[in-house]
């Protein structure tokens, strides 16, 4: 048993956005030290919290930002950029008095982004700068053969078991290969996500789309997220594939997104990209980080 002195006692909030669901923690008021394995222990959904994702509110460093935004996945992976992460950061940061500024200015991995609280609960943010071009993903394209389609470039990746599927490059900070399906309840997302989530050819790994067309300003969605898996709704993944669909013809600027968790809304003109969708706090508590890291620590020594 450790000494009482020692003990790490964390404040967190639990929140979600369309069933994404996060352990925010304050890191403004708290000294927060967090390294992989606290992030994978408070994930863990058996033995910690449980999340998709882990979220830091932390001071800036930047001078121009309101807060500082870290994120960090299921597996302990720190990640640039979460949309849905993103308008629970703003509710957060209202809800627990840091701060009445709306809208805010976050620094994030990647740069600064901004978020606007509306009065009808839901939050809009502004999701950055959106890049197409391979290097952007870190995906090494040699040998591997491209088709024109629209305004887009599709790129034909070789999947073990699998045909070579058809995938459109977008980077919001974070990376996503999205690919057209024709039923998103029947798509293979769970044996095809981990291989392009995983593919040797994307070296910083990435987040893989499978988008169901419904009308040009309606889409149906699930997404295999880097380091987390299959989640209920993916903010950037959203982005994505509206953005996806817009550079193939396919989709016209509204577009309505809905994820397993919930409906996402984006917009995309002048190049300026924005989602709003909801942000909803689900219960406090408090966690002694050490203990909770010990167990996980133990629990994945004795697997078999």
């Known amino acids: 048993m450790r000494d009482n002195v020692s003990i790490m006692i964390w404040n967190f909030v639990k ?12 890191g403004v008021r708290q000294n927060i030290d967090l390294t992989p394995e606290r992030a994978r ?20 460093l930047h001078p121009e ?8 996945n299921a597996d302990g992976s720190e990640v640039e950029h979460c949309g849905n ?9 209202h809800e627990q008095g840091l701060s009445r500024r709306n809208p805010l200015r976050a620094e994030i991995k990647s740069g600064i982004i901004t978020l606007d609280s509306t009065g009808n609960g839901d939050v809009s ?24 389609c629209a305004d887009d470039t599709l790129w034909a990746l070789p999947l073990p078991g699998h045909n070579d599927v058809q995938l459109s490059l977008v980077a919001i900070s974070n990376p996503h290969a999205v690919q057209l399906v024709d039923d998103i309840q029947t798509a293979p997302v769970g044996t095809a996500g981990p291989l392009i989530e995983s593919h040797p050819r994307f070296a910083q790994r990435v987040n893989a789309g ?16 880097r380091g987390a898996g299959e989640t209920l709704a993916c903010g950037t993944g959203a982005c994505a594939a509206a953005v996806a669909g817009i550079r193939r013809g396919l989709l016209d600027s509204p577009v309505l997104v809905h994820t397993r968790g919930g409906p996402l ?17 689900v219960f ?13 620590t133990t629990k994945d020594f004795l697997q078999p």
Not at 42 to 51: E, N, P, V, Y
Not at 270 to 275: A, E, P
Request: overall charge negative; proline content about 3%; some cysteine.
């Open 65 to 72: 930002a309101d807060f500082r935004y870290r994120i960090f």
């Open 41 to 60: 222990a408070l994930a863990d959904r058996h033995f910690g919290i449980g999340a998709d994702q882990i979220l830091l509110v932390d001071t800036p």
């Open 265 to 281: 809304a984006i917009t995309w003109a002048d190049n300026l990209l924005h989602m709003s969708g909801p942000a909803v706090t």
């Open 284 to 296: 406090a508590g408090s966690v002694d980080i050490d203990t909770l890291t010990e167990q996980l």
């Open 15 to 26: 929140m979600h956005g369309a069933g994404n669901d996060f352990v925010v923690l304050d």
């Open 85 to 93: 992460g993103a308008r629970c950061f703003v509710r957060f940061v």
């Open 125 to 148: 943010v502004e999701m950055g700068q959106t890049r197409f071009e391979p290097q952007a993903l870190a995906f090494d394209v040699q040998g591997l053969q491209s088709t024109p």
């Open 210 to 225: 499978f988008m169901q067309v419904l009308d040009r300003h309606t889409i149906k969605l699930r997404v295999y997220e």
